[in-house]
């Protein structure tokens, strides 16, 4: 069974609005976190592969977005900020899975992707450090656990545990920042902003985008 972090079983007014899209084999999942615009709430519902004890798998299928009060949200521009904050915080869970697997000594990485994967954990630790109050000894901390991380991706997993780093410490440093994200309970527009340009210092949503349009046409239910 496929837990994702930031997601829970949908209830009440959001198990009602996505009632057309779901099935025996289908379920629906609210995103826990909701985007805040203009003093009014929104929520990311999404749909998935599932069975009565939970996910068949973490893939998405369908989603849509809707208001505290279950009104299902057609505006293109309010739901790809949404998304947006979706598709950051599923990355983010996935990074924070990786990095469990990583210290675990289950994940062995090809040489040429370990910078990338370095790259995305700097980036989002960037976007922690701008959404929770920013201490410089903590970015200095995950500035040391970034490298003592790079380091350990080099060596085999069976050595791993050889290394005289605590990496039990390490995993708890890093979860708890993930997880500072992952259960933050509400993100405004500006924090959304923040988020994105920790990746892009340009970074915002153009509804025109192509790749926006092609996931719009791909899950969207409302495209």
């Not at 000594?105 to 109050?133: C, D, M, Q, S, V």
Request: glycine share 4%; proline share 2%.
């Amino acid at each position: 069974m496929v837990i994702i972090q930031m997601m829970e079983p949908a209830k009440g007014v959001f198990l009602e609005a996505s009632k057309d899209f779901t099935s025996f084999r289908k379920m629906a999942l609210k995103m826990k976190p909701k985007l805040r615009i203009k003093e009014k709430d929104y929520f990311f519902i999404g749909i998935y592969k599932g069975y009565l004890y939970g996910l068949s798998d973490g893939n998405l299928l369908k989603y849509l977005v809707v208001t505290n009060t279950g009104d299902i949200v057609k505006d293109v521009n309010i739901t790809v900020r949404v998304t947006g904050l979706h598709n950051l915080l599923f990355q983010a869970w996935h990074l924070k899975e990786d990095i469990k697997g990583t210290l675990n000594g289950n994940i062995k990485f090809r040489e040429n992707t370990i910078p990338l994967y370095i790259e995305a954990i700097e980036k989002y630790l960037k976007a922690i450090e701008l959404l929770i109050h920013p201490n410089l000894q903590k970015v200095q901390q995950y500035k040391e656990d970034l490298k003592m991380l790079k380091e350990i991706c080099y060596v085999n997993p069976r050595k791993r545990k050889k290394l005289s780093y605590n990496t039990e410490e390490l995993k708890i440093r890093l979860y708890w920042s993930f997880n500072a994200i992952l259960e933050r309970k509400v993100y405004t527009e500006e924090d959304l902003m923040n988020f994105i340009r920790s990746f892009d210092e340009n970074g915002d949503f153009n509804v025109n985008d192509e790749e926006w349009k092609d996931l719009f046409k791909k899950y969207w239910i409302h495209y």
